[in-house]
């Protein structure tokens, strides 16, 4: 059956005649990848990346490819007009043979293909700080080609994504309906989650009156979403383009640090090995500066170190309100494992508020800006 349908789909992309083979593909967590290899016209095969949607979480499909769509034709062009390689520093889309940029089978799951990026690698652990640099000056530089896109255009595929406020209200909602009767167990963190409610309106209520800008964000970027060329060790390509939505620069900054900075596993049970590196979160914030050159606004510097305890707030939020729900979104494996990722995230938030001061001069350094007048609003 999967193969007939794989066939079915190979049929309806524009790509060569001859399929050489058709192996299953990376190691992402959310569509199915496959790479196809074709005989090339000159001998030289040509190879494709082919994925079939996860439907159980892109519940809009057609309005997730039209972002990447408008996305990757945006950054095409840029690319061509600076000089570079449209089919390395992007991903391409092959179109369908109706012309569509996917196609719906007949069990009803959407696909897409891609250009292979040839001579290009990702890696799916930080092992040291300079490819966490190199995954950062990759994100600003999407950041920076992005910048003036019309944000507003994007589709909110996922419905209040970053939404801190409305995270915040399902969090005290799962507090008072306590269903499976452990809140008395998690008073601490439910404490130090209502302690900090300011957290979830700071950004959210920036990004309403118009003081940080609406971006074109990524909203996944870790480092395996980024492509390294082979040889160089260089990011050469921003793929997994699934959650670009509209939203906050500072919130993809954020996410990085929350994911990229601590120092241990984000179910890790043994807090004193949780802390959040101020040499990663350096190499980070060099690397994001440097590819946006000059692209965010003084406020949005000024808020980076918000949107890294704001994102590492809010995830810590999810885990605690899946928690007390009963774990029924986020997978678990053991008991109790939403509630260490939690505590995880909460120890991050702690640490870096500890920390503020010190993210503050690493940034004024970067953006070479005299730090008193930057952050008057902050210390
Ligand atoms: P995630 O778990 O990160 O959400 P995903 O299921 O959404 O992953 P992708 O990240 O889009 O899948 O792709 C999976 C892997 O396939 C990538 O990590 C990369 O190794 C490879 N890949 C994807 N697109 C391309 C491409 N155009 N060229 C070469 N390799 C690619
Ligand atoms: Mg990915
Ligand atoms: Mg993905």
Redesign the pocket.
């Known amino acids: 059956m999967e193969q007939e349908i794989m066939q079915e789909v190979i049929q309806h992309f524009r790509f060569p005649e001859h399929l050489k083979e058709e192996i299953p593909?990376?190691?992402?967590?959310?569509?199915d990848?496959f790479?196809l290899t074709f005989e090339g016209e000159t001998g030289k095969p040509r190879r494709f990346?082919l994925?079939r949607m996860?439907k159980e979480i892109f519940l809009r499909p057609v309005e997730l490819m039209e972002n990447i769509v408008g996305v990757t034709t945006w950054l095409r062009g840029k690319i061509i007009s600076n000089g570079g390689d449209p089919e390395r520093e992007t991903?391409n889309l092959v179109p369908a043979a109706d012309g569509n940029c996917y196609y719906r089978d007949s069990a009803g799951d959407y696909w897409r293909a891609?250009?292979?990026?040839e001579d290009?690698?990702?890696y799916n652990q930080v092992e040291k700080p300079e490819d966490f640099y190199e995954s950062a000056l990759a994100f600003g530089h999407f950041q920076r080609l992005l910048a003036d896109y019309p944000a507003k255009t994007l589709h909110e595929t996922i419905k209040d994504f970053h939404n801190t406020e409305e995270r915040f209200l399902k969090l005290q909602k799962a507090v008072r309906e306590d269903v499976c009767k452990r809140a008395d167990k998690v008073k601490d963190e439910i404490a130090f989650a209502l302690s900090r409610e300011s957290l979830a309106h700071t950004l959210c209520r920036m990004q309403k009156n118009g003081e940080l800008p609406l971006r074109v964000t990524h909203n996944?970027t870790?480092l395996?979403?980024i492509?390294m060329d082979r040889a160089t060790g260089k990011g050469i390509?921003v793929?997994?383009l699934?959650t670009v939505m509209p939203g906050l620069a500072v919130n993809d900054f954020g996410d990085s640090i929350r994911f990229g900075a601590s120092t241990g596993a984000e179910d890790e049970r043994d807090l004193s090995k949780i802390w959040c590196s101020l040499e990663l979160f350096e190499a980070y914030t060099k690397g994001f500066l440097e590819g946006c050159g000059g692209s965010l606004t003084h406020e949005e510097i000024c808020m980076l170190p918000d949107g890294a305890i704001t994102m590492t707030y809010e995830c810590g939020i999810r885990f605690l309100t899946d928690y007390l729900s009963g774990d029924t979104y986020f997978k678990t494996h053991r008991e109790g494992q939403n509630l260490d990722r939690c505590r995880t995230q909460f120890k991050l938030v702690a640490d870096m508020e500890q920390k503020k001061q010190q993210m503050y001069e690493i940034i004024a350094n970067y953006a070479n800006i005299k730090q008193h007048k930057c952050f008057k609003t902050n210390l």
Do not use: E, P, W
């Open positions: 593909y990376g190691s992402g967590h959310i569509n990848t790479r990346i994925q996860n991903l891609y250009l292979f990026i290009a690698v990702c996944d870790k395996n979403n492509m390509c793929i997994d699934d």
